[in-house]
Nanobody, 131 residues
Framework: QVQLVESGGGSAQAGGSLRLSCVVSGYTYHSYYLGWFRQAPGKEREGVAVMYSGTENTRYADSVEGRFTISQDNGMNTVSTVYFQMNSLKPEDTAMYYC?????????????????????WGQGTQVTVSS
C-alpha cells in the first residue's frame, strides 16, 4: 500500500521561500513518478513538478520553472522523502499542495501532469503567499 504524507506548508511573504516534504512509503523506488500538484479555490488541480523516482529527471510547469525544485533523498527501497523547494514565491502560488505517486507502466504518459494518472495522493498541505 503506497502512502504519502506531506508537511511543511504555511505562510510566506511574496519573494520568500518554503520547503514542502512528502514521505512516500510502500512503493518500488525505481518504478514510480512522483509529482507535486496544487489546487487553488475554484480552480482545477494542476501539476507543477514531476520527477522519476531514483533519478534526477524532472519536469516543471512553466509557472514555476526556475523558482521551484523537486528532489528526493536517497531513501530506502520502499521509503523515501520527496522535497519541494519553493523560492521567489508569488501570491498566485497560494494553493493546497499535494504530493502524488504514479506507477510507471506501458500506458503511463512521460512525466505526467494530469491528476488522473496518479493513483496515490497525500492529504495536502496549505501554502499561502501574501503580497
Amino acid at each position: 500500500q503506497v502512502q504519502l504524507v506531506e508537511s511543511g506548508g504555511g505562510s510566506a511573504q511574496a519573494g520568500g521561500s518554503l520547503r514542502l516534504s512528502c514521505v512516500v512509503s510502500g512503493y518500488t523506488y525505481h518504478s514510480y513518478y512522483l509529482g507535486w500538484f496544487r489546487q487553488a479555490p475554484g480552480k482545477e488541480r494542476e501539476g507543477v513538478a514531476v520527477m522519476y523516482s531514483g533519478t534526477e529527471n524532472t519536469r516543471y510547469a512553466d509557472s514555476v520553472e526556475g523558482r521551484f525544485t523537486i528532489s528526493q533523498d536517497n531513501g530506502m527501497n520502499t521509503v523515501s522523502t520527496v522535497y519541494f523547494q519553493m523560492n521567489s514565491l508569488k501570491p498566485e502560488d497560494t494553493a493546497m499542495y499535494y504530493c502524488a505517486a504514479a506507477r510507471d507502466s506501458s500506458s503511463t504518459a512521460l512525466f505526467p501532469f494530469t491528476p488522473y494518472e496518479y493513483g496515490y495522493w497525500g492529504q495536502g498541505t496549505q501554502v499561502t503567499v501574501s503580497s
